[in-house]
């Protein structure tokens, strides 16, 4: 008894201990993902065809971050990054491993993610949009991950199709009866996202701090929107090269992208959307009273797909960099990133911070007054975001994917190293590119500079630890 007495004390002088550490004024923080959208694919980095005034908007009034990274160039390996504060050469999860009935490999218990940091510091938290990191009832389930909400696609396979037969409420399978099944296209799954996410909002009280993860789909293949205003915007626009796929049906599936005459004004259109979905969440937290204490977020999970009839090369979606999705090329990792505090963060600003996905969960934790775990890959970029303080700089950055042969990529400094066919060839040669000199990434120079290549090779393979998880892909030292 005694014993448990002196716990509880213990527990409770601990618990008052942090809360008297944390910051007086904690922000809430609003974290938006695009799926699969290109560095060029927003107007203020270059791109013409597509208008993205709220995305625009949001960097006039915040801080953009030109040289920062994705966790790596597909989708569930890079959100495991960005929930764990880990490169890809630490994180459980390294690929996008299906899980049956439905879902992806599951992040283990032992694994702590922002969320439940966040979590347990107080915050409310909340996740609305595509999960694809464990199936619901398991481990990796988003309510066992940190979030106290989460609506949307738990499976990212199912997360290809935008009319699709059902959405998820935590744990409650909500069946979306209007698209029988993937035969009819009447419910558009993101606008019914994003309808929860701003109930989220309407239901927010000033005491309480609160984390909102919008992982958006959007515009992730397939090329699919409502026939509305927007997408007459852009109708007639674009020559138009018709995309035969699998279409909604009686034999439709789950995973496929639907057949769509018109891919260039659809794609336009869905990269509008998002922009949207980002101006109502905006005017939502000016409504509440609530964006003046409010860090907002956007970026992307990795760089353009090509699926589905989608063509990054017709919208510079790369920005101009060499790579798509599944490339560690720039093109493939670079993504917009954009940060907004008034008053906190400078309006109309550029941070020369070269950071990645890992970097977030430090920062978050840092805001948040929460422990930030012992070993973790990420830096806090606080001092970049409030220009306060001198801003700690990474050793180097890596990352890697585990498909297509197997491919690792290093940063350090403006030398960039690319090693390709690794599962094949785990200590093969690299090519070497300066991005001070050729962001583009044209001209391989690893034969005019061996010792740095070679170096470079070296700390990709004291930067991979070992996964058990991709057996037939994995790397090998």
């Not at 558009?188 to 789909?217: E, M, V």
């Not at 049906?249 to 869905?270: E, I, V």
């Not at 409504?287 to 860090?295: I, P, Q, S």
């Amino acid at each position: 008894m005694n014993r448990l007495i002196l716990l509880i004390i213990s527990t409770l002088v601990a618990l008052y201990s942090q809360a008297q550490t944390r910051p007086a004024n904690r922000p809430n923080i609003v974290f938006i993902l695009a799926d699969d959208l290109g560095y060029g694919d927003i107007g203020i980095n270059g791109q013409n065809l597509i208008k993205t005034p709220n995305i625009d908007r949001l960097a006039a009034e915040g801080m953009q971050f030109p040289q920062f990274y994705a966790g790596t160039s597909v989708c569930a390996p890079s959100r495991a990054s960005l929930m764990t504060g880990l490169h890809t050469g630490h994180t459980y999860i390294r690929g996008n491993k299906e899980i049956k009935p439905e879902g992806q490999q599951p992040i283990a218990d032992s694994v702590t993610t922002v969320a439940e940091l966040l979590q347990r510091a107080g915050y409310a938290t909340a996740a609305f949009g595509k999960w694809g990191l464990g199936p619901v009832g398991s481990e990796g389930d988003p309510n066992k991950q940190g979030f106290d909400q989460f609506y949307g696609y738990n499976c990212q396979g199912l997360a290809h199709r935008y009319y699709p037969d059902h959405l998820w409420n935590n744990s409650q399978k909500v069946v979306l009866t209007a698209n029988e099944n993937l035969r009819q296209m009447k419910e558009y799954a993101p606008d019914l996202i994003q309808k929860q996410a701003l109930a989220f909002l309407d239901n927010r009280k000033t005491s309480q701090p609160f984390f909102l993860f919008l992982p958006y789909i959007l515009p992730h293949a397939e090329l699919v929107v409502p026939n509305d205003s927007i997408f007459q915007h852009y109708k007639g626009k674009f020559a138009e090269k018709p995309y035969v796929g699998a279409d909604y049906g009686p034999d439709a599936k789950t995973g496929g992208y639907a057949s769509q005459a018109y891919p260039h004004a659809t794609f336009a259109a869905m990269v509008a959307r998002l922009d949207l979905y980002v101006g109502q969440v905006m005017a939502k937290l000016k409504a509440k009273g609530l964006d003046k204490n409010t860090l907002v977020i956007f970026t992307s999970d990795n760089g353009p797909h090509v699926e589905g009839g989608a063509d990054p090369t017709f919208f510079n979606s790369s920005g101009g960099f060499r790579g798509v999705k599944r490339d560690l090329y720039e093109g493939g990792i670079r993504e917009p990133f954009i940060a907004r505090w008034p008053g906190v963060v400078k309006a109309g600003s550029r941070s020369d911070f070269v950071g990645a996905f890992w970097d977030v969960l430090p920062t978050f934790t840092e805001l948040a007054g929460a422990q930030t775990p012992g070993r973790v890959d990420g830096l806090s970029f606080v001092p970049a975001l409030t220009s306060k303080g001198p801003q700690k700089k990474h050793a180097y950055l890596y990352w890697e994917f585990h498909e297509n042969g197997g491919r690792q990529a290093i940063r350090r400094g403006d030398w960039k190293a690319v090693r390709l066919q690794v599962s094949n060839n785990p200590t093969g040669p690299v090519e070497l590119y300066d991005l001070s000199k050729d962001p583009a990434e044209s001209h391989d120079v690893a034969a005019k500079n061996p010792e740095k290549a070679e170096q470079l090779g070296r700390l990709m393979n004291e930067s991979h630890v070992e996964s058990s998880l991709f057996p037939l892909i994995r790397l090998r030292e």
